[in-house]
């Protein structure tokens, strides 16, 4: 098979495909450093309760060292969430035109390889993991129980987006457990409001297999809310942005963390009125673009935490 042939469908032209060297590509591609939007959606909440946290504590003396293991761990973490969801999902893959150039499916590495890259992977996690104190490495931990049931839940309910807010934002209570030892109301709030941002963004991203996912009985809130889908995306991100917002007022925010949550929300606006969920490539942009969402209200945050800390 040629390289040309072995590129997955909705990730071509990138670094992997052009610069890695010919034998890493099919390892690149499991990991989806050829696709790094999922490492940094699963950053996004990382980082927000990172500078909440900071902010709470008035304290960034280790907040850029936080930042930049958090930054690693996301996509070193990522990388085995989907190398475990490609192995648990081969047979599906192959029956699926944009996922069957997938390397399980499209032969490029065998299960026994695919296995061995997990294990790395999860190694480099576990080292950043091992940077933080007993119940941050304690609860980093208790996330896989998550990922690894993930993969399995579009097979039995309609609801395997809620599966994946749980493992997604799993982040929000990270910030908080490393910076200040607990998990309070402020981060479950953090955690609940992640959770229905992903909801609603990943609902965006399955409307692109829609069609193949009916075709072979996988199911989706794609699926579920169909021709609702807009309703269902006002109601989530709204859910969002309250939650998220009931989360700054208890952590006690200053004005830039405020902008940085209406920025966010105008995003979130945004997307909900661009979405047309027959268009599979514009469904792609808008649930990428969810980075920036994210980013915008982390920016509010790590200027609201350092102008906390300098008080």
Known sequence: MSDATARVADATGNWVDTRAPFWSRPYLRLSRFDRPIGSWLLLMPCWWSAALAAGI?????????????????????????CTWNDITDRDLDARVERTRSRPLPAGQVSVTQALAFLVLQALIGLAVLLQFNRFAILTGIASLVIVAVYPFMKRITWWPQVVLGLAFSW?????????????????????????????????????QDAEDDALIGIKSTARLFAERTHLALIVFYALAV?????????????????????????HLMWQI?????????????????????????????????VMRAAV
């Open 57 to 81: 504590a008035r304290d960034v003396s280790s907040l850029a060292l936080v930042v930049v293991l958090f930054f690693v761990g996301a996509f070193v973490m990522r990388g085995a969430g």
């Open 242 to 266: 309250v939650l998220i917002g009931g989360a700054l007022l208890l952590g006690g925010v200053r004005w830039p963390a405020w902008i940085g949550l209406i920025a966010f929300a105008a």
């Open 171 to 207: 982040g929000a209570l990270m910030g908080f457990v490393v910076t200040l030892g607990r998990i309070d109301l402020t981060a479950l709030m953090l955690y609940a409001g992640s959770i229905a941002w992903v909801i609603g963004y990943d609902t965006i991203y399955a409307h």
């Open 273 to 305: 009125r661009r979405l047309d969920i027959s268009d599979p490539a514009l469904c792609l942009r808008i649930f990428k673009s969810n980075r920036d969402a994210g980013l915008l209200l982390f920016a509010g945050l790590l200027v609201d935490a």
